[in-house]
């Protein structure tokens, strides 16, 4: 839970890098949390509950990501070819799975708070 709270902290931070654990708990939370309202929705019938969270949420969610692809060395802006219908997702979905860079790159210090080792 600290995970999904700990980004809601940073609802509009879009600088800095995010580790995977962070971005997929985010998710998992956000995911649990949008189905519980959307059956309570349709429990009684009110199609809005769910909208409102999915708003309020969009944000932090873009922010996470954009963070998520920093640490993976990319720039922010790849979050705009999720609009490309089917590669664009599969693409960013792919991207959010990878490793991050090891130590520290453009967008900031490693999240995992250590050096990679030197051979």
């Not at 995911?31 to 999915?54: E, H, M, R, S």
């Given at each position: 839970?600290?995970?999904?709270?700990?980004v809601?902290?940073?609802?509009?931070?879009?600088s800095?890098?995010?580790?995977?654990?962070?971005?997929?708990?985010?998710?998992?939370?956000?995911?649990?949390?949008?189905?519980?309202?959307?059956?309570?929705?349709?429990?009684?019938?009110?199609?809005?509950?769910?909208?409102?969270?999915?708003v309020?949420?969009?944000?932090?969610?873009?922010?996470?990501?954009?963070?998520?692809?920093?640490d993976?060395?990319?720039?922010?802006?790849?979050?705009?070819?999720?609009?490309?219908?089917?590669?664009?997702?599969?693409?960013?979905?792919?991207?959010?799975?990878?490793?991050?860079e090891?130590?520290?790159?453009?967008?900031?210090?490693?999240?995992?708070?250590?050096?990679?080792?030197?051979?």
């Open positions: 839970m600290n995970y999904f709270l700990d809601l902290k940073k609802y509009a931070v879009f800095g890098r995010a580790r995977r654990k962070e971005y997929w708990m985010y998710t998992l939370f956000v995911t649990i949390i949008y189905i519980v309202l959307a059956v309570i929705g349709v429990v009684a019938k009110q199609a809005w509950i769910p909208i409102v969270f999915y309020a949420i969009l944000l932090p969610s873009l922010a996470v990501l954009v963070r998520r692809l920093h993976t060395g990319r720039s922010g802006w790849w979050v705009l070819f999720g609009l490309v219908p089917l590669a664009g997702g599969i693409t960013l979905l792919v991207f959010t799975c990878l490793d991050g090891p130590g520290e790159n453009k967008y900031g210090p490693n999240p995992k708070g250590f050096a990679p080792a030197h051979v």
